[in-house]
C-alpha cells in the first residue's frame, strides 16, 4: 500500500500536522506539503477550440506523485468552513489535466482510497460536514473510495492533543496502516 | 444601495457572467473579476508572536472595495462541489484582515447583504448544497445576512439559457436591486 | 401528466398549503393529506424469516394512489428541521412494501418526477438544507427524478403571502403543470 | 450525571442496540424504546386561540423522563435518509410541550447534553450527514449540546460487529461514562 499525504495548512506544526504524524508514525508515506509548491489557479479552457495552455508551475510534479499512490491521505486545516485555499488550487487544477493524455488521470484515480482529516474550530463536528460532504461529492466523481474521515477540534496550535476522539481515530488509522504494510506495532 | 459584485470565474462569458448580466442589467454595481487580480494564498500567522507579514499583491485594494459596499453578489462557478480557488483565496485572506486595525472589518463586515450565485452540472441544485450552507456558515460567522443564492444548472457555455428557473430568479433580483436604486424597470 | 399531492401537514389552510394552492391552481392532480388516513409506524420485520406482517391502516391504499401518478409533489412544513413525522411515516413503510410483490413498487417507482416544497421558519433556506439533502438521497436511492423543490420562509398562518420568490417559483411550476396538461394559462 | 437513552429502533437486538449496549454497559441509565409507548403525531395548533388539546397517550410520561435527565442520547436506525418515524414523532411534539406551563421545557432542556447513534447502509457516513446536522439544528434551537455523534455503518442483524470504528468510538462513550459515574472500568 502506497501511502501519500497532502496537506493543504499554511502553518508549520498546525494541528492538522500533529494528527498527521500520529497517523503516519512509522508508516512509509510520501509527504506533499502543498505550500512549499507552485500552483497556479486554474484557467478554465475547457471549452475553447485549443484546450488548456501548457502552465509554468509545480503542478505536474505534484499530480504525478498523486496518480502514482493507491491511497491518499488529505489533509487540511478548516478555513472559512471549507478546505484551505492551497489544497483547492489543487482540485481545481484536476479539470485541466483529466483531460491530458499524457497522465491517463480517469483511469489511474479510480479506486484509490481517500482519507480526509481537517481540523478547525467553530463547532468543526458540525459546521465541517459540508466540507465532508463536499469531499464525498469529489471522489464519487472521479471513482475513488472515502475510506474515512476524522474531524478534529482545534483552533490554536496544539488545541488537538485535547480533542481525545480525534487522537484515538488517529491511532486507529496508524494500526490500520501499520498492519497493512506488514509491520509490527 | 452601494452593489459589488465579486466573480471567481477564470472563464470570459462563462455562464455565471451570464447569469451576473440579467442580475446586474441597468444596475449601478462595482464588478471584480478575481482573476484579474494578484492574490496569494493566506499564510497563516494568526498565532505567530510577529504575526502576518505584509504582503505584495492586489488583495488590500480588493478589500477596500467589498468593505466599502453593502450589498455584495458573489459569484462563482462550482469547481469540485466548492466556490473556484480565486474565490477561496480571496475568503481564507480575510483571516488576516480580520485583525488589521487599518480595516476595522469585523464592523464594517455587519449587516452586509450577500447574495451568492453558483452555476456547475452533476445536479448542482442538490449536490451544490453542501457550498450554499459553507457560503451559509461564513456569512453567520462574521455577521453578514445571508439575503438568497441562486443555482444554476449549466457546463457548456451558453447552457444557462435553458435554466428556466435561474434566468428567473436573475430577473426577479433585478427588478428587485433596481427598485431598491430607485429606477423604473 | 397524472400529478399526485401528498401533504404531510397536520394544520388547516397553512403556508404549505397555500403555496400548493397556487401550484395546483386549474391543475388536474389527487390530492392526499396525510392526517386524514391512519399510517402506522413501521415495524422493521425484513431480517425476519417470516417477513413483514399484515397491518390494519390506510397505508396500502396511498402506495396505491402512488404507484398510479407519475409526478409527486411532496408537500411538508419543516418540523424540526425535517419532514413532518406524518410524511415520515408514509416514507418508511416503503421498506415493507418494496418487498410486496402485489404492488411491483421497484419498478413502478422509477422515472417518477418528485417535486417538494417545504416552508418554516429560523431561516429556512438555509436550515432546511438538510431536509432537501434527505429527499435527494430519497429519490436517489429508489430512481426518482427530482426535478425542482421549494423552500418557503413562513411560521405563522398566512405569512408565506410575503415571501416573494416562494410563490414566483408557485407559480412557475403552476405555469409548468398547466403547460403539461395541454391546458390554457 | 443521569443518563437517559432513548431508541427509535423498530426492532429487537437492532445494529443501534448492540452499539447502545456496548456504550451502557455498566452505566447508569435510563432505557426508552419508543417503539413501546403509544405516541400520535403533532397536530399543530399553536396558531389557534384555544391552543392544543389535550392527547390521550404516553407521551407526558416519556416527556417527563426526557426533562428529568441531564445527558441524552439518542439512538435511531437511519430510515429513508432520516430518523425513524418513531423518533421523528417525539421530536415533533416538543413544538405542543414548549409552550405548555406544567413542564418547563424551556427551561430543563437547555444545557442537556446530547449524543446522537445512527447505524444504516448505502454509504452512512456521508448519507447520514443530513441527519446529523438536522439533530444539529434541533439541539442548537433548543440550546443543548451536542457532545458527539457516532455512525454506524450496518444494515442486517450484526453488521454492526464489523464496523470497528464505530465499536471503538462506542468503547470510548462507554469509558467516558463510566468515569463520570465514579465507576471502574
Known amino acids: 500500500m502506497k501511502i501519500l499525504t497532502i496537506s493543504g495548512s499554511s502553518r508549520e506544526n498546525g494541528n492538522t500536522d ?3 504524524s500520529k497517523v503516519t508514525d512509522k508508516v512509509d508515506n510520501t509527504h506533499i506539503r502543498l505550500s512549499d509548491y507552485k500552483v497556479n489557479p486554474i484557467v478554465d479552457q475547457r471549452h475553447t477550440g485549443e484546450g488548456f ?3 509554468e508551475d509545480d503542478y505536474e510534479k505534484l499530480l504525478q506523485q498523486f496518480l502514482e499512490h493507491d491511497c491518499i491521505v488529505f489533509v487540511t486545516p478548516i478555513y472559512w ?4 485555499g492551497h489544497m483547492k488550487l489543487f482540485f481545481d487544477r484536476w ?5 491530458d493524455d499524457r497522465f491517463s488521470f480517469k483511469e489511474k484515480v479510480k479506486e484509490k482510497q ?3 482529516i481537517i481540523t478547525g474550530g467553530s463547532n468543526p463536528k458540525i459546521t465541517g460536514l459540508p466540507l465532508i460532504q463536499q469531499f464525498g461529492h ?3 466523481f472521479v471513482g475513488m473510495n472515502f475510506t474515512d474521515y476524522l474531524i478534529g477540534d482545534a483552533v490554536r496550535p496544539g488545541d488537538i492533543l ?3 476522539h480525534a487522537l484515538q481515530k488517529a491511532n486507529d488509522w496508524n494500526s490500520h496502516f501499520l498492519h497493512k504494510q506488514n509491520k509490527r506495532l
Do not use: K, P
Request: hydrophobic share 50%.
Open 18 to 20: 500533529i494528527l498527521l
Open 53 to 55: 495552455t501548457r502552465v
Open 114 to 116: 481517500a482519507y480526509v
Open 81 to 84: 468552513f471549507g478546505m484551505s
Open 95 to 99: 479539470s485541466q489535466y483529466m483531460r
Open 138 to 140: 469529489i471522489f464519487d
Open 162 to 164: 485535547n480533542d481525545f
